[in-house]
């Protein structure tokens, strides 16, 4: 059976001069010294959409008393994921609201608009979107405007075309229920992979091979063919033979790292998927069952409340600051026997990393720590360092990170070894390890 398929507005983000109904917004701040501020500004009217009055029982964690509290709960929750994820000093203006979109669509969003050759633009003559670009500037280049524009599927609460009747799940357990009629769509893991259009994963290639108003995203700086030639560099003609190739790689340093140097496939099927192709990550090699990087492929598959391994990469590439993610100028982090995916006990790992300055004679990085995330795929739970047990959806610093004891190194490039113990008498099943290099350069600890 073939999933639904998740889909955004990226060909023609809306009008960055478009007038905005603010009927009520939400303000909030990470709790931490980390994260970047959000703001949701609901632009349903009374009684509909986020505000929809109908009587709910609380589910899966999720409090809300009513439809539309439950669909706010749930969106603010995913919401929060990223912003505590993300570092920034300017808030990211999200507008959200509910519409029918027909039987195939879960939901949509996108950048409200685009800005390039703005001042601290790290790349000419690309465009970044703004809640990306507001970051880079250091300050918002269109206040008018909303960054993010986020579009959730009411069909699939009426069932007017929902396939097998099926509806949205609001719980924040990432436990959506089956039944004779089919599945219930985790909401929260649909609105995070919305979220990471809105932020930057997202293509202007069109079908033809040109790019949307001539102009490539940050995004499409990065994507290469399998002979090793960036896109951009292509005629039009190639770049639309490579768009449906099934071959098309992101290649970054960050996006590399994070998967254990190699470069990401994207989704680019034959023939051209409007909304799908290019924008997202493959389908075939990342949905695989319980795969930790499904969260921004194209198919609603399984609930997912990870942001995996591949996106916080892409997401450094771009531009981002992503917290706690960062492998340095060139670092480089290998894992000694056993290795991440082996369905075996786990009871240590160890490794190497490694940091250079590329060349830079000044600003010594110096390497600080390693971080290690053991993470479940079965049930998707993190592992509890301080309660021996894995016991959340949610990432918690201080609960499930284990950071190993390393030295300093005080050079301009440096090597460390280290050892750490791993949960001790874990049953064999399909585990995850997770280690990223944080450094002095990235003041990051």
Same mark, same amino acid.
């Given at each position: 059976?073939?999933?639904?398929?998740?889909?955004?507005?990226?060909?023609?983000?809306?009008?960055?001069?478009?007038?905005?109904?603010?009927?009520?917004?939400?303000?909030?701040?990470?709790?931490?010294?980390?994260?970047?501020?959000?703001?949701?500004?609901?632009?349903?009217?009374?009684?509909?959409?986020?505000?929809?009055?109908?009587?709910?029982?609380?589910?899966?964690?999720?409090?809300?008393?009513?439809?539309?509290?439950?669909?706010?709960?749930?969106?603010?929750?995913?919401?929060?994921?990223?912003?505590?994820?993300?570092?920034?000093?300017?808030?990211?203006?999200?507008?959200?609201?509910?519409?029918?979109?027909?039987?195939?669509?879960?939901?949509?969003?996108?950048?409200?608009?685009?800005?390039?050759?703005?001042?601290?633009?790290?790349?000419?003559?690309?465009?970044?979107?703004?809640?990306?670009?507001?970051?880079?500037?250091?300050?918002?280049?269109?206040?008018?405007?909303?960054?993010?524009?986020?579009?959730?599927?009411?069909?699939?609460?009426?069932?007017?075309?929902?396939?097998?009747?099926?509806?949205? &799940?609001?719980?924040?357990?990432?436990? $959506?229920?089956? =039944?004779? @009629?089919?599945?219930? !769509?985790?909401? +929260? /893991?649909?609105?995070?992979?919305?979220?990471?259009?809105?932020?930057?994963?997202?293509?202007?290639?069109?079908?033809?091979?040109?790019?949307?108003?001539?102009?490539?995203?940050?995004?499409?700086?990065?994507?290469?063919?399998?002979?090793?030639?960036?896109?951009?560099?292509?005629?039009?003609?190639?770049?639309?033979?490579?768009?449906?190739?099934?071959?098309?790689?992101?290649?970054?340093?960050?996006?590399?790292?994070?998967?254990?140097?190699?470069?990401?496939?994207? &989704?680019?099927?034959?023939?051209?998927? $409007?909304?799908? =192709?290019? @924008?997202?990550?493959? !389908?075939?090699? +990342? /949905?695989?069952?319980?795969?930790?990087?499904?969260?921004?492929?194209?198919?609603?598959?399984?609930?997912?409340?990870?942001?995996?391994?591949?996106?916080?990469?892409?997401?450094?590439?771009?531009?981002?600051?992503?917290?706690?993610?960062?492998?340095?100028?060139?670092?480089?982090?290998?894992?000694?026997?056993?290795?991440?995916?082996?369905?075996?006990?786990?009871?240590?790992?160890?490794?190497?990393?490694?940091?250079?300055?590329?060349?830079?004679?000044?600003?010594?990085?110096?390497?600080?720590?390693?971080?290690?995330?053991?993470?479940?795929?079965?049930?998707?739970?993190?592992?509890?360092?301080?309660?021996?047990?894995?016991?959340?959806?949610?990432?918690?610093?201080?609960?499930?990170?284990?950071?190993?004891?390393?030295?300093?190194?005080?050079?301009?490039?440096?090597?460390?070894?280290?050892?750490?113990?791993?949960?001790?008498?874990?049953?064999?099943?399909?585990?995850?390890?997770?280690?990223?290099?944080?450094?002095?350069?990235?003041?990051?600890?």
């Amino acid at each position: 059976m073939r999933h639904l398929f998740y889909f955004f507005a990226g060909a023609k983000p809306a009008s960055r001069f478009g007038r905005r109904l603010m009927l009520a917004s939400l303000l909030f701040a990470t709790s931490r010294s980390y994260g970047v501020p959000v703001a949701i500004t609901y632009t349903d009217a009374g009684g509909a959409g986020f505000y929809d009055n109908s009587p709910r029982i609380p589910v899966g964690g999720n409090a809300g008393a009513t439809l539309g509290e439950q669909r706010r709960n749930a969106l603010e929750a995913a919401v929060n994921r990223w912003a505590q994820a993300l570092e920034g000093s300017q808030t990211i203006q999200i507008k959200a609201h509910w519409d029918s979109q027909g039987k195939s669509i879960l939901a949509s969003a996108s950048p409200q608009g685009f800005s390039f050759n703005f001042a601290g633009a790290p790349v000419a003559n690309v465009m970044y979107p703004y809640a990306l670009a507001n970051q880079l500037a250091g300050t918002d280049l269109d206040p008018a405007s909303a960054d993010i524009n986020v579009n959730c599927n009411a069909d699939w609460d009426t069932g007017v075309n929902a396939p097998d009747m099926r509806s949205w &799940y609001y719980g924040l357990d990432g436990a $959506p229920a089956f =039944s004779s @009629s089919g599945r219930n !769509e985790d909401f +929260y /893991s649909v609105m995070l992979h919305e979220m990471a259009h809105g932020l930057g994963f997202i293509s202007w290639l069109n079908q033809d091979g040109s790019y949307v108003n001539n102009k490539p995203t940050i995004y499409d700086t990065f994507l290469f063919n399998v002979i090793g030639q960036r896109l951009m560099d292509l005629s039009q003609a190639n770049r639309a033979t490579a768009g449906v190739s099934s071959n098309i790689f992101f290649s970054g340093v960050f996006a590399n790292f994070q998967n254990s140097n190699a470069t990401p496939f994207i &989704y680019s099927p034959a023939p051209w998927e $409007p909304g799908s =192709s290019i @924008s997202h990550l493959d !389908e075939a090699i +990342y /949905s695989t069952p319980k795969n930790i990087n499904e969260m921004e492929t194209p198919a609603a598959s399984f609930a997912t409340h990870n942001l995996g391994t591949i996106v916080p990469g892409i997401f450094e590439d771009l531009g981002w600051t992503f917290y706690d993610n960062d492998p340095g100028s060139a670092g480089t982090v290998s894992i000694a026997t056993p290795v991440a995916h082996q369905s075996t006990n786990y009871l240590a790992a160890s490794g190497t990393a490694s940091d250079l300055l590329n060349g830079s004679t000044t600003g010594a990085i110096g390497l600080k720590a390693v971080h290690l995330l053991f993470w479940r795929n079965s049930d998707h739970r993190y592992w509890n360092w301080n309660l021996s047990t894995f016991d959340s959806t949610t990432f918690n610093t201080a609960n499930h990170r284990l950071s190993a004891s390393v030295s300093v190194v005080p050079n301009n490039t440096g090597t460390l070894s280290w050892t750490n113990p791993l949960p001790n008498g874990v049953a064999d099943g399909d585990y995850t390890l997770n280690a990223s290099v944080v450094d002095l350069f990235d003041n990051e600890s």
